[in-house]
């Protein structure tokens, strides 16, 4: 290994690390939820205390909880349960949904991750 | 009227090469792949012997005509995957030239290993960014697939070296 090997493996470490410490990064914190059935805005909600909220869909009625700063689906009326599996989400930017119930919850703390959502 | 080509002992050496490169690629593509987009990349070991033991030049003929033989023989000639292939060897190709022009000892089979798995890496997922999948979250793949590179560029880097060794005692 020459001199220049070190330098370039060295150099690619430092890449690496970059890559990882930019792209990787966390979003903003949590402060609104937009739930979305169809696409459509249902409800905004400020993240700033605990409440249970139900919301109606196709398939029948999911349950949203919050607390400061994070929200989740509880319950929702779906097989496989992604939604719920998929837990709190507490930085902007993140998102899930229950597909078969056409609901789709949407974190906002700084920019969106999602350009739009079709069902 | 029989038509004769003359041929010289480096097109011998250089198709030989491209040959040899051909066969590990066609090989190795029978192995499955974690993520798309990477892979042991063994080829490269050639084409990293031929730029040390022959110059920037024949390891530019070895590496497109792989490019191009292997998507024939494999079918994805032309195809997206064919562009990034090219795309791909494109890249590394500049930047084991621009390795080449170092001063001194400059890089060894490990270094240029290294730098053109990078500039591999870095060529081709501009180019899927670029032309098929244009939306920032690609990039969250990019340290991974950043990762996969240096790590088989070390690796292919370190086979490269041991097969110098033995040719050069």
């Known amino acids: ?119 | 009227m029989e038509l004769q080509l003359q041929t010289t002992r480096d097109d011998h050496r250089v198709a030989w090469l491209a040959a040899l490169a051909v066969a590990i690629h066609a090989l190795e593509s029978a192995l499955p792949s974690p993520l798309p987009g990477v892979k042991p990349g063994l080829a490269n070991v050639v084409t990293v012997a031929v730029l040390v033991l022959y110059g920037w030049r024949a390891a530019v003929w070895v590496s497109l005509l792989r490019v191009f033989a292997a998507s024939l023989l494999l079918g994805t000639f032309l195809s997206p995957t064919f562009m990034m292939s090219l795309g791909g060897a494109a890249a590394a190709l500049a930047a084991l030239g621009l390795g080449s022009l170092l001063p001194g000892r400059g890089l060894s089979a490990l270094g240029y290993s290294v730098l053109a798995a990078i500039a591999h890496m870095a060529g081709q997922f501009l180019l899927a960014w670029g032309l098929f999948v244009r939306h920032d979250a690609l990039f969250v793949l990019l340290p991974v697939l950043m990762t996969a590179a240096v790590l088989t560029g070390i690796v292919n880097g370190i086979i490269a070296a041991a097969m110098l060794r033995r040719l050069r005692p």
């Not at chain 1, 992604?82 to 920019?111: D, I, K």
């Open chain 1, 1 to 119: 290994m020459t001199r220049a090997d070190a330098i370039v493996l060295a150099l690619a470490a430092a890449l690496l690390g970059g890559l990882y410490a930019h792209y990787w990064r966390a979003g903003p914190p949590a402060r609104i939820a937009e739930i979305r059935r169809g696409g459509e805005l249902v409800q905004r909600v400020s993240l700033d205390h605990e409440a249970r909220i139900r919301v109606a869909g196709p398939r029948g009625t999911s349950v949203l909880e919050t607390r400061a700063g994070a929200i989740r689906f509880l319950s929702s009326p779906c097989p496989q349960q992604f939604c719920v599996h998929s837990g709190w989400l507490h930085r902007g930017g993140e998102a899930t949904a229950c597909l078969p119930n056409h609901l789709s919850v949407q974190v906002l703390g700084g920019g969106q991750a999602f350009d739009a959502m079709v069902f």
